[in-house]
């Protein structure tokens, strides 16, 4: 059972505007989160984390929003650029967890 | 600093054949997970290894072993290979502790099963 989801396979966007990449979980115990990126070829890359004590990070032109009444959370990247075109994957734990358990990814285009 | 080196990067394996996968950990970290990536279901936990001890494990058969060396470095066999364990298998370190340390990921290795 995929208790991290990430419901939209892939997502095109023009270069300067924003990405929105979203993100749900059913376990009401997880309270830590995390976003990778993936290009091919290579390995995830750790992006940016959340804890539940924060409703939002940022790190740049990157930004986590974590709404936990709704089991949700976001990445918006502003402005998008052509390099940020990859996979992300987003992750999730329990402070009771032996594991984080990952999303299937979204594929974000990022077009000149 | 060296990262998160996996090999080999590509294998080609037939059904009942055994494989073992090499991870080697950024130096200095301890702590060594394994992943399995198959499309739609995304990166799936398969053990986590800390000081040579098999610290937390996910939900595969027993199939699915692995060790982790003194120096840190960790192996990942898989024995009576069937067809569903064709898949990205992804090693990633941890300076942390906890398993709820930033992973640093290898580029994984590519299994094939025929």
């Known amino acids: 059972d995929q208790q991290v989801k990430q419901n939209s396979p892939s997502l095109s966007v023009q270069e300067g505007r924003i990405s929105i990449l979203n993100c749900d979980y059913t376990?009401?115990?997880?309270?830590?989160f995390l976003w990778y990126k993936k290009y091919p070829a290579e390995g995830p890359t750790f992006l940016i984390s959340?804890?539940?004590?924060?409703d939002k990070n940022e790190d740049g032109r990157f930004t986590v929003f974590l709404n936990k009444s709704a089991k949700h959370l976001s990445l918006h990247i502003v402005p998008s650029q052509p390099g940020d075109s990859a996979v992300y994957f987003c992750?999730?734990?329990?402070?009771?967890?032996?594991?984080?358990?990952f999303g299937t990814g979204t594929s974000l285009t990022v077009i000149p | 600093k060296a990262g998160v080196t996996q090999t080999p990067r590509y294998l080609i394996k037939t059904r009942g054949q055994q494989v073992t996968l090499s991870c080697s950990p950024i130096?200095?970290?301890?702590?060594v997970s394994w992943y399995q990536q198959t499309p739609g279901q995304g990166l799936q936990f398969l053990f986590e290894?800390?000081?040579?001890?098999?610290?937390n494990k996910g939900n595969f058969p027993g199939r699915f072993s692995g060790r982790q060396f003194s120096n840190s470095r960790s192996e990942m066999n898989v024995s009576t290979l069937e067809l569903g364990d064709s898949a990205l298998y992804l090693c990633?370190?941890?300076?942390?502790?906890?398993?709820?340390?930033?992973?640093?990921f290898g580029a994984g290795t590519r299994l094939s099963v025929l």
């Open positions: 990633a370190s941890s300076l942390d502790g906890t398993i709820r340390g930033i992973q640093y």
């Open positions: 376990n009401s115990m997880f309270d830590y």
């Open positions: 959340i804890s539940s004590i924060k």
């Open positions: 992750a999730a734990s329990a402070v009771t967890g032996n594991q984080f358990y």
């Open positions: 130096s200095g970290h301890r702590s």
């Open positions: 290894y800390f000081s040579e001890t098999q610290r």
